[in-house]
Nanobody, 115 residues
């Protein structure tokens, strides 16, 4: 059974930092492209950052220079270091894994940034 479990969300003041984790099980983690998406109330889910199995990363323009995505294949875990958080970063953050036709979502972790 495939599971993607996010953790690390919470309430933080603007300008603060959080580190999200996504622990994967039931998949060969190293072959998957991994990504973080987010969805704010009333808005569409959007890509935040992605990391390929080879370690190539890309980011949404809104988070470039503030967020860093990384992965630890030995631990089957992906991370998102979020610095200089803004109120507009408030969302549910979802972990996503894809390899070919196989794709999986986590259940999400809530990040709330107060002004």
């Amino acid at each position: 059974q495939v599971q993607l479990v996010e953790s690390g969300g919470g309430l933080v003041q603007a300008g603060g930092s959080l580190r999200l984790s996504c622990a994967a099980s039931g998949i060969i983690f190293s072959i998957y492209t991994m990504a973080w998406y987010r969805q704010a109330p009333g808005k569409q889910r959007e890509l935040v950052a992605r990391i390929t199995r080879g370690g190539i990363t890309n980011y949404a323009d809104s988070v470039k220079g503030r967020f860093t995505i990384s992965r630890d294949n030995a631990e089957s875990t992906m991370y998102l270091q979020m610095n200089s958080l803004k109120p507009e970063d408030t969302s549910v953050y979802y972990c996503y894994a894809v390899s070919g036709v196989n794709l999986y979502w986590g259940k999400g972790t809530l990040v709330t940034v107060s002004s």
